[in-house]
């Protein structure tokens, strides 16, 4: 199947993954990142080099917002809404309650899950979007599991 196919590096594979178009590498940059990664290294000995060299090492890839704009776009618009709900307040909600609990120390925003029940319930919606790409990723039509995945998402409202 041509979907197991082993992607040929780390871009194939980011770009397999996604959905997304990463440019690819050049050489000079190739070598710009592998020099000031030395450097980096070399100098800096202590927990903030390893930051900085993860952050530059995954300078091309999609942000966050990126990947949840991209999982979204697979399914028609419609159906979207109706299995997660308002797009942006998903994307804004996934997005900055991520960015709560893995980056300590950050201000809030107002659309960050903290109460147990609502926590919950979006996870269900997540699940269900989910489940529907896997679906399809398998060969089922949006169309023909739509339903089914819609009712499951909802047994706990």
């Known amino acids: 199947m041509a979907w197991m196919a082993q992607p040929d590096g780390p871009t194939e594979i980011q770009q397999k993954r996604t959905g997304l178009q990463i440019p690819a ?19 800096c000995g202590s927990p903030i080099a390893r930051r900085f060299l993860d952050s530059i090492r995954h300078a091309n890839e999609p942000d966050f917002k990126t990947r949840i704009k991209s999982l979204l776009s697979r399914i028609s618009r419609e159906n979207a809404v109706k299995l997660v709900g308002d797009l942006t307040v998903v994307e804004q909600s996934l997005r900055q309650t991520r960015n709560h609990f893995t980056h300590p120390g950050i201000r809030s ?16 919606r997540l699940h269900a979007l989910l489940r529907l790409l896997m679906l399809m990723r398998v060969g089922f039509s949006e169309e023909r599991v739509l339903d089914q995945v819609y009712v499951q998402s909802r047994q706990w409202v």
């Open 25 to 43: 590498q050049s050489p000079f940059f190739k070598q710009v990142l592998k020099t000031l990664c030395g450097v980096i290294a070399k100098e």
């Open 109 to 124: 925003k107002g659309r960050v899950m903290v109460e147990a029940k609502e926590f919950f319930l979006f996870d269900q």
